[in-house]
């Protein structure tokens, strides 16, 4: 007869028992998971914003590389732009501008592959405008209303083109929100969103300068959103600036004629608008920079800047509040005259 240990089939029994959680360890291991995920899903947030504004960066410096070697072939000649916001801009009544002096991937159609399929547009060498070619369906030479353009931005405009923080929206357009107050200074916040054209030309050359207080501005109670130029900015044609002087300068033969026609002559301002032009060290102290590294040529519309005084709030304008944020806040990647990129703070760059 064998022998065994008393209770040890008992004990057998009770060790093939399933055992299950109480509920304090579930809630426990609930909180740890919870309290994980709000410390990693911020983290996580920052980090894909930083790679965004990254890739707006880049995006910018792809662009600048384009507009590098544009100037080679054009010897130091750049395609005329109007920023679309302008009066010269192929949106406003006046509809002076056509697509190619809009939109600098139009502008841009014979430097990168996404639109190479586009009519081909010539720029004279010495300064003057291209002469129109025969009309297509994607003519530079044409002006295109507002679904030409969205179609365009959906369909045939590259990526680095659109910035990355709505790239994969729909268009849109500016919306104006309501006023909002930082501290003890109110500004009137502007948003822009969705794939469109995001990297834009400037309107006025003279306008933004390096450490002035803009014009559009002025009178303004000092605050953190009424902030001054870092740095001075330089357009991409003649048309906003003193036509007087540039004629002189640059088109003396133009000059005569407008000096000698008793003014029978267009105004100069006409006679500078469809003329090419090329950025040297001389426009950058014109506009009191030192040289062509510390006067901007190129800004993205979905980042932080400052706008000037609205016409109805009487208040400074801020578009895109806390776009491309770093930690030293809101901000937009902009391209300067010598083709290097750089990441500026919403309140020292704009006011366009």
């Not at 369906?137 to 353009?149: H, Q, T, V």
Request: glycine letters at 8%; one cysteine or more.
């Amino acid at each position: 007869m064998r022998w065994e240990k008393p209770g040890y089939l008992s004990m057998c029994k009770q060790s093939h028992h399933k055992h299950a959680f109480t509920l304090i360890e579930v809630l426990v291991v609930v909180a740890i998971i919870a309290l994980l995920a709000a410390i990693l899903v911020p983290s996580l947030s920052r980090a894909r914003e930083q790679a965004r504004i990254a890739s707006c960066a880049a995006n910018c410096k792809q662009i600048a590389g384009i507009m590098a070697t544009y100037q080679s072939e054009y010897k130091g000649y750049l395609p005329i732009m109007f920023n679309a916001l302008s009066s010269e801009g192929g949106h406003q009544a006046s509809q002076t501008a056509f697509a190619g002096n809009e939109m600098l991937p139009v502008a841009f159609y014979n430097y990168d592959k996404g639109t190479r399929s586009m009519a081909k547009v010539r720029c004279n060498i010495d300064g003057t405008f291209f002469k129109p070619r025969a009309t297509v369906a994607n003519d530079p030479d044409a002006r295109w209303e507002y679904d030409k353009i969205h179609e365009f931005e959906r369909r045939l405009m590259p990526d680095y083109y659109a910035c990355p923080f709505g790239r994969e929206k729909g268009n849109s357009d500016w919306d104006t929100l309501p006023n909002t107050r930082i501290g003890n200074r109110s500004f009137t916040p502007q948003k822009l969103d969705g794939r469109i054209n995001a990297y834009a030309t400037w309107q006025w050359e003279g306008r933004t300068v390096k450490g002035e207080i803009p014009l559009c501005v002025r009178g303004q109670a000092p605050g953190p959103y009424n902030g001054t130029p870092k740095y001075s900015v330089l357009s991409w044609n003649f048309r906003r600036m003193n036509a007087d002087v540039y004629l002189a300068k640059y088109f003396p033969s133009d000059f005569y004629a407008y000096k000698s026609g008793g003014g029978d002559i267009l105004n100069p301002n006409s006679l500078v608008m469809n003329r090419h032009r090329k950025w040297d060290v001389a426009h950058a102290q014109r506009v009191k920079a030192g040289s062509l590294s510390d006067v901007t040529v190129i800004y993205c519309l979905l980042g932080e800047s400052t706008g000037f005084t609205h016409r109805q709030t009487k208040l400074v304008m801020v578009r895109n509040f806390n776009g491309h944020r770093t930690g030293r806040g809101g901000g937009t990647n902009t391209v300067f005259a010598d083709a290097h990129v750089e990441w500026v703070r919403g309140n020292q760059i704009g006011w366009q």
